[in-house]
């Protein structure tokens, strides 16, 4: 990637990178470490003192794994993994790299029949606050990964998983139909809360999650509908009989609870 698609990428993601002037700057490397922020859980310590060739692969391995592309650790080196998920990122997306900047042509397709996604379903993962604790959110992921295996499903469901700290790693690549709502998964992307153990669909956000897992919540639903045209932002619960995600998700956008 050039330096101008880096930041072109970054600003798409909602990581603002100063003026797409091709110059690895301050405010370039500022929207980087933002970006590895939000990541957190999959970056690596010591990014900030990395030389600019690092950074920048870094800056393409966290654009590539903030759209659900599977890159390995954020580590800055150009290893099979990561060259793996660029073949993914440049094919599968079937899009140049100038369709990334938020345009009315940004459209997330789906799966061979190219189902284009116009709606972020919510959801939880019905675990109580202190669940595994004690290991980080890609350990979870696995072990959510893991129940929905069982289903017999060839991946996790979800295409989006928020820890309770407010970092966020991918599922399921956005680019394929998920496994999250019955009957409404061909166009969706389904995001996952940890927590919202024994909530009911009445009640509010705060009653099962932090306050950080609201604000990556709204950055994330920003960044989508900056890359697809969004229409609708429900919860599992205005599909099904289920409490999921355990909240009123039309309320919590209009800011009322
Ligand atoms: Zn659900």
Not at 88 to 110: C, G, M, W
Not at 163 to 182: F, I, K, N, W, Y
Not at 185 to 210: E, W
Not at 243 to 255: H, I, K, S, Y
Request: hydrophobic share 40%.
């Amino acid at each position: 990637m050039t330096i101008f698609d880096i930041q072109k990428h970054l600003k798409a993601l909602g990581h603002d990178p100063g003026p797409i002037d091709g110059v690895w700057g301050s405010r370039t490397r500022a929207a980087l470490l933002s970006l590895l922020y939000v990541l957190r859980a999959i970056a690596v310590p010591g990014a900030a003192s990395w030389n600019v060739a690092r950074q920048r692969m870094a800056a393409e391995q966290a654009i590539m794994a903030a759209s659900g592309f599977d890159t390995g650790p954020i580590d800055g080196l150009d290893g099979p993994r990561t060259q793996a998920a660029r073949a993914q990122f440049q094919a599968q997306r079937n899009h140049s790299l100038d369709e990334v900047a938020p345009s009315a042509h940004s459209e997330i397709r789906q799966g061979r029949a190219r189902h284009l996604v116009r709606e972020i379903v919510i959801h939880s993962s019905a675990t109580r606050p202190d669940w595994m604790g004690n290991n980080s959110l890609r350990e979870q992921v696995e072990e959510i990964r893991v129940w929905h295996r069982a289903r017999g499903w060839r991946d996790i469901g979800y295409h989006w998983i928020i820890g309770r700290d407010g970092s966020m790693l991918p599922g399921r690549p956005e680019t394929e139909v998920g496994a999250h709502v019955q009957g409404h998964n061909s166009g969706t992307i389904g995001i996952c809360l940890i927590g919202g153990f024994g909530s009911a669909a009445t009640d509010r956000f705060s009653d099962h999650f932090t306050a950080r897992q609201g604000i990556t919540l709204e950055q994330q639903i920003q960044a989508i509908s900056m890359r697809t045209p969004i229409t609708r932002v429900s919860g599992h619960n205005e599909y099904a009989a289920k409490a999921c995600p355990g909240f009123n998700v039309t309320r919590w956008l209009e800011g009322n609870q």
